[in-house]
């Protein structure tokens, strides 16, 4: 039999959910010897810990882990997804107000996909809502070039295999015609690398916008783009079932302004 699992989670996980780094950021300390767990330098990451447990990063003692939190950000297109881009393009982060905590985005869109992004400072959150087995619902407008009929998008509906990979069935609405591009809603459950792309692609459409306007419950609306609105602590609680999930402030950030340049 194997060993039974040590209380607690580890060290790396409570260290980013205190908000010091990146899980990742706080494995690579530890192997630096930056971190202690009760007076005593680590150098391992495979090690669990509990409140009970006094943790230092470079000797100052971390914080006690954040409340999760969650926040909806309106994505212009031109920005890339991630903290640090190889090619020095501008990301979702260069961008955000200087007063939000450091954040994870849920999931991706692509470098000219806009629309609705949601941020979380918790791994765990982040790593729930991207599951394929929560199944929510992302829906999508989407503009294409060309001129369908309904009939066009039955092999999407059906689910199709591009470049060897399968994609399930989507929901496909041809919501009118514009010139020489037609306006869609289309809603995705798994949210594939530049899926609706490469499916349209696929059945000869050439999507040249793409504006994300749900992600499960959570609904894009009016926010503006580029601006920043946290998710009420009780919408948290309810539609993702944490008890944690509590305000760190009498009243939660409802909307924020987009720094200027």
Sequence with gaps: MSAPTPPGDRIAKVIARAGVASRRDAERMIEAGRVAVNGKVIDRAALNVTAADKITVDGKPIAAPEAPRLWMYHKPAGLVTTNKDEQ???????????????????????????????????????????????????????????????????????????????????????DRQQGANAWLTVGIREGKNREIRRAMSDIGLTVNRLIRISYGPFQLGNLATGAVEEVRPKVVRDQLGLEGAKPDKPKPQRSRRPKRD
């Design 88 to 174: 020095g393009r501008p990301t979702i982060f260069d961008k955000l107000p200087e007063d939000m905590p450091r954040v994870m985005s849920v999931g991706r869109l692509d470098l000219n996909s806009e629309g609705l992004l949601l941020l979380t400072n918790d791994g765990g959150l982040k790593r729930k809502m991207e599951l394929p087995s929560t199944g929510w619902l992302r829906r999508y407008r989407v503009r294409v070039n060309g001129r369908p009929s309904d009939e066009t998008f039955a092999p999407l509906r059906n689910g199709i295999e591009v470049e060897g990979q399968k994609f399930l069935p989507m929901i496909v609405t041809l």
